[in-house]
């Protein structure tokens, strides 16, 4: 786990120690390491020391060839067991006495060294003039000792050292996983707050106050935080809710409106049949029965009449048509639009093979909706380009999918008549229509179905186009 | 010093029979570091005083007692050599080294010499016996001492318990 993840806890106490073991060890070396220094120092004084208080025992032996009473003074060294060797040598540098008396002659230096006392291959050893005080130099003094002394002190103090240090660490441990506390408990109340707010979006937690340093500070400012989201929420669930009731009530509304509006089309259209069918049928029966009986002027007059109330009959069945989308029920499949769209084609072609018109219909497009209402706002759409192409040099019409307001569109796209966008947003209404009958036939209810259908399957339709170059109408599903 | 170094050397391996005047000549020497003289009566004791090492009767040093001492100092005290015939001509003396050639005056000689802060040496036969404070014994290869403390004591000479420590002492024979 990186150092950077690990508990704030962990890491106070792993510094505490690290400082507090530092600084014991630190100490712990450098004792040691006076001690170590002071040791030899002392040993080697003392051994000087002794040597001197040797040295004046033997100076007569020497002086006067006393080998006897020479091992007689060297054995007294009996005393310490540390000392490993000692040796006198005369004036001319040569062996006189050892102690031990019988140790082998290898064991210690040949002639004496310069005066002085070193350490060197793990022991202490050195010479020492012998002489009468004022007196000439009467001969060397050699004695080594081992540092078993040393070791053994500091092998003492060594463990001593040791378990105090384990002592201390121990302590060490202890009162700073106590102390740390102080720093880290209100950190830990205000990470366990932070964390019931984000984990259950609970705004109504506070953090429990922490005194006024800096973590402090960090709690009511973390406090004053949650305060302003609890209360924004509250603000925004408010807004929601009247909202939402604002809509509901709307769509109400709405939907009160339009089942209004689709009853009274079903019902006028209806009540409107009857009469017209009259129309129709006496002016049929003028026109077949008493035609010997009228002149042209009334024959004409009759056509027209008929005429009329043909027309009137197909607006009326529009409307019916419309209404009935309006409330017929919906069923969502996965719809083939481009093979609707060739279906739609070549019945157009079919139905008019005299006109050559050029389709563009884009291979594999899709849409979920209700296949027969989907069927007939493709044909209202394609009806009108091919309508509208009437009189174009080149028709062509186009079926596609486009990139349109941040979102995928189906497209219609004719290269006809078109329209002046100044009149776009009474394209989808009911009977409005942007040409004349002489110009172009049509009852100008088709795009108020198309815009019905789509709407019933929450798209949205629009449409952008130039006066005698074409139109595109664009829709979403 | 370099003659008393071979002294001893030779005297410690043995290589030879290392001449008996050297080595003694060399023990002459080195009594003086292990004797204190008492200050003369009077005067304040003159610490340059040279230290007089005498030889009464034959000289059998030969060359050994002169190379032994020139040049040597006890503290700020020169070595002098001096040779006597009769007692009667000793005057300041420190050492004495009475020659075995007198051995049949010795009494005399120590009577005389009673009571003067004098340190006698010998390697006449029983000398410590008859009142000589040192005397110098031959045996086998090694030179022995033998002290008579109570005749130096008398003398007023002190002398060191590192010297009595290497020798034997002897109690002269009461009569």
Same mark, same amino acid.
């Given at each position: 786990?990186?150092?950077?993840?690990?508990?704030?806890?962990?890491?106070?106490?792993?510094?505490? =120690?690290?400082?507090?073991?530092?600084?014991?060890?630190?100490?712990?070396?450098?004792?040691?390491?006076?001690?170590?220094?002071?040791?030899?120092?002392?040993?080697?004084?003392?051994?000087? *020391?002794?040597?001197?208080?040797?040295?004046?025992?033997?100076?007569?032996? =020497? #002086?006067?060839?006393?080998?006897?009473?020479?091992?007689?003074?060297?054995?007294?060294?009996?005393?310490?067991?540390?000392?490993?060797?000692?040796?006198?040598?005369?004036?001319?540098?040569?062996?006189?006495?050892?102690?031990?008396?019988?140790?082998? *002659?290898?064991?210690?230096?040949?002639?004496?060294?310069?005066?002085?006392?070193?350490?060197?291959?793990?022991? +202490?050893?050195?010479?020492?003039?012998?002489?009468?005080?004022?007196?000439?130099?009467?001969?060397?003094?050699?004695?080594?000792?081992?540092?078993?002394?040393?070791?053994?002190?500091?092998?003492?103090?060594?463990?001593?050292?040791?378990?105090?240090?384990?002592?201390?660490?121990?302590?060490?441990?202890?009162?700073?996983?106590?102390?740390?506390?102080?720093?880290?408990?209100?950190?830990?109340?205000?990470?366990?707050?932070?964390?019931?707010?984000?984990?259950?979006?609970?705004?109504?937690?506070?953090?429990?106050?922490?005194?006024?340093?800096?973590?402090?500070?960090?709690?009511?400012?973390?406090?004053?935080?949650?305060?302003? +989201?609890?209360?924004? #929420?509250?603000?925004?669930?408010?807004?929601?809710?009247?909202?939402?009731?604002?809509?509901?009530?709307?769509?109400?509304?709405?939907?009160?409106?339009?089942?209004?509006?689709?009853?009274?089309?079903?019902?006028?259209?209806?009540?409107?049949?009857?009469?017209?069918? !009259?129309?129709?049928?006496?002016?049929?029966? +003028?026109?077949?029965?008493?035609?010997?009986?009228?002149?042209?002027?009334?024959?004409?007059?009759?056509?027209?009449?008929?005429?009329? !109330?043909?027309?009137?009959?197909?607006?009326?069945?529009?409307?019916?048509?419309?209404?009935?989308? !309006?409330?017929?029920?919906?069923?969502?499949?996965?719809?083939?639009?481009?093979?609707?769209?060739?279906?739609?084609?070549?019945?157009?072609?079919?139905?008019?093979?005299?006109?050559?018109?050029?389709?563009?219909? !884009?291979?594999?497009?899709?849409?979920?909706?209700?296949?027969?209402?989907?069927?007939?706002?493709?044909?209202?759409?394609?009806?009108?380009?091919?309508?509208?192409?009437?009189?174009?040099?080149?028709?062509?019409?186009? *079926?596609?999918?486009?990139?349109?307001?941040?979102?995928?569109?189906?497209?219609?796209?004719?290269?006809?008549?078109?329209?002046?966008?100044?009149?776009?947003?009474?394209?989808?209404?009911?009977?409005?229509?942007?040409?004349?009958?002489?110009?172009?036939?049509?009852?100008?209810?088709?795009?108020?179905?198309?815009?019905?259908?789509?709407?019933?399957?929450?798209?949205?339709?629009?449409?952008?186009?130039?006066?005698?170059?074409?139109?595109?109408?664009?829709?979403?599903? | 010093?370099?003659?008393?170094?071979?002294?001893?050397?030779?005297?410690?391996?043995?290589?030879?029979?290392?001449?008996?005047?050297?080595?003694?000549?060399? $023990?002459?020497?080195?009594?003086?570091?292990?004797?204190?003289?008492?200050?003369?009566?009077?005067?304040?004791? %003159?610490?340059?005083?040279?230290?007089?090492?005498?030889?009464?009767?034959?000289?059998?040093?030969?060359?050994?007692? %002169?190379?032994?001492?020139?040049?040597?100092?006890?503290?700020?005290?020169?070595?002098?050599?001096?040779?006597?015939?009769?007692?009667?001509?000793?005057?300041?003396? %420190?050492?004495? $080294?009475?020659?075995?050639?007198?051995?049949?005056?010795?009494?005399?000689?120590?009577?005389?010499?009673?009571?003067?802060?004098?340190?006698?040496?010998?390697?006449?036969?029983?000398?410590?016996?008859?009142?000589?404070?040192?005397?110098?014994?031959?045996?086998?290869?090694?030179?022995?001492?033998?002290?008579?403390?109570?005749?130096?004591?008398?003398?007023?000479?002190?002398?060191?318990?590192?010297?009595?420590?290497?020798?034997?002492?002897?109690?002269?024979?009461?009569?």
């Amino acid at each position: 786990m990186p150092l950077r993840d690990r508990p704030i806890q962990q890491k106070l106490t792993a510094i505490l =120690l690290l400082i507090s073991g530092l600084v014991l060890l630190l100490t712990a070396t450098a004792f040691a390491g006076y001690q170590y220094w002071s040791m030899r120092r002392t040993m080697r004084d003392m051994l000087a *020391v002794r040597g001197r208080v040797m040295a004046a025992n033997s100076t007569a032996a =020497l #002086a006067f060839a006393d080998v006897t009473h020479a091992r007689e003074v060297l054995s007294a060294l009996r005393a310490d067991p540390h000392v490993l060797a000692a040796a006198l040598y005369d004036q001319d540098g040569r062996l006189f006495a050892t102690y031990p008396a019988d140790l082998p *002659v290898t064991a210690v230096p040949a002639t004496p060294g310069p005066d002085g006392y070193a350490f060197a291959r793990g022991r +202490l050893a050195g010479f020492q003039a012998v002489a009468e005080a004022h007196g000439p130099r009467l001969g060397t003094l050699y004695t080594a000792s081992d540092l078993d002394a040393i070791y053994d002190t500091f092998r003492l103090s060594g463990m001593i050292g040791a378990a105090v240090l384990a002592v201390s660490l121990l302590t060490a441990y202890f009162l700073s996983a106590a102390l740390q506390r102080a720093i880290s408990a209100p950190i830990l109340a205000l990470a366990d707050t932070a964390r019931a707010v984000s984990g259950r979006r609970d705004y109504s937690v506070r953090a429990p106050p922490a005194g006024r340093d800096e973590v402090g500070v960090l709690t009511d400012a973390f406090n004053q935080m949650i305060e302003e +989201l609890q209360r924004h #929420a509250t603000e925004l669930e408010q807004r929601v809710a009247e909202r939402t009731r604002e809509l509901e009530a709307r769509a109400a509304e709405l939907l009160a409106a339009n089942t209004e509006l689709d009853a009274f089309a079903y019902s006028v259209s209806h009540d409107l049949r009857a009469p017209l069918r !009259s129309i129709d049928g006496f002016s049929q029966v +003028l026109l077949e029965d008493y035609a010997e009986r009228l002149d042209d002027a009334g024959r004409d007059a009759l056509n027209r009449v008929r005429a009329a !109330s043909q027309r009137m009959g197909t607006l009326i069945d529009d409307l019916l048509k419309l209404a009935r989308i !309006s409330r017929a029920e919906m069923r969502t499949e996965l719809v083939d639009v481009s093979a609707m769209a060739r279906d739609i084609a070549t019945e157009l072609q079919r139905a008019a093979p005299e006109r050559q018109v050029e389709f563009a219909i !884009s291979p594999g497009l899709k849409a979920r909706g209700d296949a027969p209402l989907l069927r007939v706002a493709l044909e209202n759409l394609l009806r009108n380009s091919w309508k509208y192409t009437g009189k174009a040099a080149r028709p062509r019409i186009e *079926v596609g999918l486009v990139e349109a307001n941040g979102g995928r569109a189906f497209m219609v796209r004719d290269n006809g008549a078109g329209f002046d966008m100044q009149y776009a947003n009474k394209l989808f209404g009911v009977f409005q229509r942007l040409h004349s009958a002489d110009e172009f036939e049509g009852t100008g209810v088709g795009l108020a179905t198309v815009y019905r259908i789509i709407s019933r399957h929450g798209g949205r339709i629009w449409a952008e186009g130039a006066v005698d170059q074409g139109a595109t109408f664009y829709f979403t599903l | 010093m370099a003659l008393l170094t071979a002294l001893l050397a030779s005297l410690l391996l043995q290589t030879g029979p290392a001449p008996e005047y050297q080595v003694k000549a060399v $023990f002459l020497f080195n009594f003086a570091q292990f004797v204190d003289w008492p200050p003369p009566a009077g005067a304040v004791a %003159d610490t340059a005083a040279p230290l007089v090492i005498g030889i009464l009767g034959d000289d059998p040093f030969g060359p050994f007692l %002169d190379a032994t001492v020139r040049g040597e100092r006890r503290g700020a005290r020169p070595f002098v050599l001096r040779r006597y015939e009769n007692v009667a001509d000793i005057e300041a003396c %420190d050492i004495l $080294f009475i020659s075995r050639s007198e051995a049949k005056r010795m009494p005399a000689i120590l009577a005389s010499l009673k009571n003067r802060p004098i340190l006698t040496v010998s390697d006449a036969d029983r000398f410590a016996e008859r009142g000589g404070m040192i005397r110098l014994v031959t045996d086998r290869q090694r030179i022995r001492l033998e002290i008579n403390l109570e005749a130096a004591q008398a003398a007023r000479l002190t002398l060191s318990s590192k010297l009595l420590s290497v020798a034997a002492i002897v109690t002269p024979r009461r009569r």
